[in-house]
């Protein structure tokens, strides 16, 4: 419900949002230049001090104003002339005509009302609404992909214009709520459906004697200039008329001649309310909070081009990835995914089903009905969309599902990231619900890890051995372009203990007289390597950013893998063919809390890089494991630069191999545990890189340390403060 309430109108109404958006950013600027430019109110300064310097200038005074932005102007009559004018508050002096800004009231205008008066303001109403709608809507979204209220400031996941309308969204779905019922407030009150403010009566009638010298009359001496905000002089030719005073707490009008009050109005609750909401809409008396709003508000354009970037992609890639074929298929695949990458691997799947002489039909979970029910078999491929929610092709699955009548024998397959505590969750839902339809069960439930192509190969030939033929799934995802990287250092390591591991470090090819340049990246995303005569990239972790000046990894040999024997046979010189993918899952949380880096073997790359990137002052504690400290000390020079100059606070290691008693990291995280608990309990986070066996142990050994602090990992996890790089 809320992603078809947050896309729809923001599809149709994006190019008015985006206007009334824009004008309303450039309206915050207003009240910034009007305070700036403006004297401050003095402070110890009444309305009579004001009041008597501005009469010694003018035969007649009309008005004084003191408007919300801090200007001051006086309405008078002169034989010569009359007119508004600015004036300084503390000495009553003229600062010049004043005159509203054109450009500013043309775009007030385009903003109220698109400049087509009361039927553009009604318009603009209808904007404010659909901008509630949106950012209510918008925040729901938010707290569902990134699991639940503990986790909306966690890390965006997705294609890149999901990740960015997520990050964009969170820091402005505040602002634009704000402006949104604001906006209905005014609107509202625009056209006389909320009450008018109650006007002040006099508990007694004027002296009608001479008017006295303004400076001497006591009631307005009795009233700061700084509460000012209107002050309406009596008419010189009515001796019955009054001074009258409008400031935050109300109404009062007082006698010319004695200087008495004659009746005061309190401001009603109403009354309050209007002046904060007016506030909060335009900025005018809280210009720094005007400012942010506006902030928000230009944020707007850049929500509606990625949200229409990110609908087209699902809408383009579904529509894309589903094959009709002729006649009665004999196998039908449901997909359910949020990004797309689901889509990929069900076409690879139909395509190897189809060449084992199977009819094949491809839809979406959303679409699942009675006549998929008339096929032998059925098979899911779904991925899960935040904590354990479905994604957008299979958000009505399991409320279709359960309208159905009749079974068909299914296998599901889930596609997750086991870093995350709802690995796979949607999938094992859906398996549940279909056992608890008593449908006959293919298979057990299977899930594949970060788009494994070979658990899903692994997958694919568990189902040929059931369907009773041989099923080769060789699935590639399509491979972003690539740009060549030449090698200009490495430094090898492990071979004494038959582990050889390098560390290396490329540049972009530098073309002729100009250097090359890197493309952006930072420490802990993943840079994807495609070897010779393979079409299947690599990824590693990164473990330096572009202001470093080289993409940097570190690389274990492994026995038989392709592009380990690879890169380890490279020299300088050499050159590769790769591409960078974003991992914004796995980087050091913003601000100052203790970060806990854990690592073993070539797991160190990402930790490093997030230690050279730190600042002294930030507390940064590195438990790593290796196999001997005399050949695989990986970074151990550098390590000790960065303790000395702090940016390191302190550094635990574990080997295995080494002189004395063997050990592993996980041995060192329980002898530790009184100070990570400490670490803990004042905010810090913990950051996993290396292999699952390693991470496993890890994980048992950091939970009997939260325990005492009534957490657990995954707790830790929900909120950002526990996160792995596994392979």
């Not at 904007?127 to 503990?150: C, D, I, P, Q």
């Not at 545990?673 to 670490?679: G, T």
Request: contains cysteine; aromatic residues 8%.
């Amino acid at each position: 419900m809320f992603r078809r309430m947050h896309s729809l109108p923001g599809i149709a109404f994006a190019v008015v949002l985006s206007v009334t958006a824009m004008t309303g950013a450039i309206l915050s600027v207003e009240p910034v230049i009007d305070r700036l430019s403006s004297p401050s109110l003095p402070t110890t300064a009444s309305v009579a001090d004001l009041a008597a310097a501005v009469s010694t200038r003018h035969q007649t005074v009309e008005r004084i104003t003191v408007r919300p932005t801090g200007i001051v102007t006086v309405a008078y009559t002169d034989p010569e002339e009359a007119g508004i004018e600015r004036v300084d508050p503390a000495t009553g002096a003229s600062l010049g005509p004043y005159q509203a800004s054109g450009f500013f009231r043309f775009v007030t205008e385009l903003h109220r009302s698109f400049l087509f008066g009361d039927a553009g303001r009604m318009a603009a109403g209808a904007t404010a609404f659909v901008m509630l709608a949106m950012s209510v809507s918008g925040l729901a979204l938010l707290v569902r992909a990134l699991g639940g209220w503990r986790g909306l400031f966690g890390a965006a996941r997705g294609p890149v214009p999901q990740r960015w309308h997520v990050k964009v969204g969170r820091l402005a779905v505040a602002g634009l709520t704000v402006t949104s019922l604001t906006g209905l407030w005014m609107t509202a009150d625009t056209f006389g459906f909320v009450p008018a403010p109650s006007a002040p009566q006099s508990a007694a009638p004027a002296s009608g004697g001479a008017p006295a010298p303004v400076e001497t009359l006591e009631a307005l001496r009795a009233i700061p200039l700084a509460t000012l905000e209107r002050l309406d002089f009596p008419a010189a030719d009515d001796p019955s008329d009054v001074f009258t005073v409008k400031t935050g707490a109300g109404e009062v009008v007082v006698d010319p001649a004695t200087g008495l009050s004659l009746g005061f109005a309190p401001a009603s609750l109403l009354d309050r309310a209007q002046s904060v909401i007016r506030m909060l809409h335009t900025g005018r008396g809280l210009w720094a909070l005007g400012l942010i709003l506006g902030l928000s508000a230009a944020a707007v354009p850049v929500l509606a081009a990625t949200g229409l970037a990110a609908w087209w992609r699902r809408r383009s890639g579904s529509a894309a990835a589903v094959p009709v074929p002729a006649g009665r298929p004999d196998t039908v695949v449901l997909v359910g995914s949020e990004g797309n990458a689901t889509w990929g691997f069900a076409e690879t799947l139909r395509s190897a089903l189809a060449r084992s002489g199977h009819v094949v039909h491809v839809a979406a979970m959303n679409a699942v009905g009675p006549e998929h029910l008339d096929a032998e078999r059925l098979l899911i491929l779904t991925s899960t969309y935040g904590d354990g929610d479905p994604p957008a092709s299979a958000s009505r699955f399991l409320a279709r599902l359960d309208r159905l009548e009749g079974a068909v024998p299914y296998a599901v397959l889930g596609f997750g990231d086991r870093r995350f505590p709802q690995f796979c969750g949607y999938a094992s839902a859906v398996s549940a619900a279909m056992e608890a339809k008593g449908w006959p069960c293919l298979m057990a439930l299977k899930r594949v890890d970060r788009q494994s192509a070979q658990e899903f190969a692994q997958w694919g030939h568990d189902l040929g051995q059931v369907l009773g033929n041989p099923l080769g799934l060789e699935h590639v995802a399509t491979t972003p372009a690539t740009s060549a990287l030449e090698l200009v250092d490495r430094e090898d390591y492990g071979k004494a203990v038959g582990a050889p591991v390098c560390i290396l470090r490329f540049r972009a090819p530098s073309g002729g007289a100009r250097p090359g340049r890197l493309p952006a990246f930072e420490a802990g995303d993943l840079v994807g390597i495609v070897p010779p005569g393979s079409g299947m990239p690599r990824f590693y972790s990164l473990a330096s950013s572009t202001r470093d000046g080289v993409l940097e990894i570190c690389v274990r040999l492994r026995e038989g893998g392709l592009c380990s024997t690879f890169l380890h046979g490279l020299t300088p010189g050499d050159r590769v063919e790769a591409f960078i993918r974003d991992n914004p899952g796995f980087r050091p949380a913003v601000g100052s809390a203790p970060l806990i880096l854990i690592g073993a073997g070539a797991g160190i790359g990402p930790l490093a890089g997030f230690v050279r990137a730190n600042r002294p002052g930030r507390p940064v504690h590195l438990y790593w494991g290796g196999r001997s400290p005399a050949s695989d000390f990986l970074y151990e020079h550098e390590l000790a630069q960065h303790l000395a100059e702090r940016r390191l606070t302190s550094l635990v290691t574990a080997f295995s191999r080494g002189p004395g008693s063997p050990a592993y990291i996980q041995d060192r995280i329980r002898a530790d545990a009184p100070r990570l608990r400490e670490l803990i309990r004042h905010g810090g986070q913990v950051l996993v890189c290396g292999g699952r066996d390693m991470a496993q142990a890890v994980t048992q050994a950091l939970e009997t340390v939260v325990r005492p602090l009534g957490l657990d990992l995954a707790t830790l996890k929900s909120t950002g403060r526990y996160v792995e790089d596994v392979y």
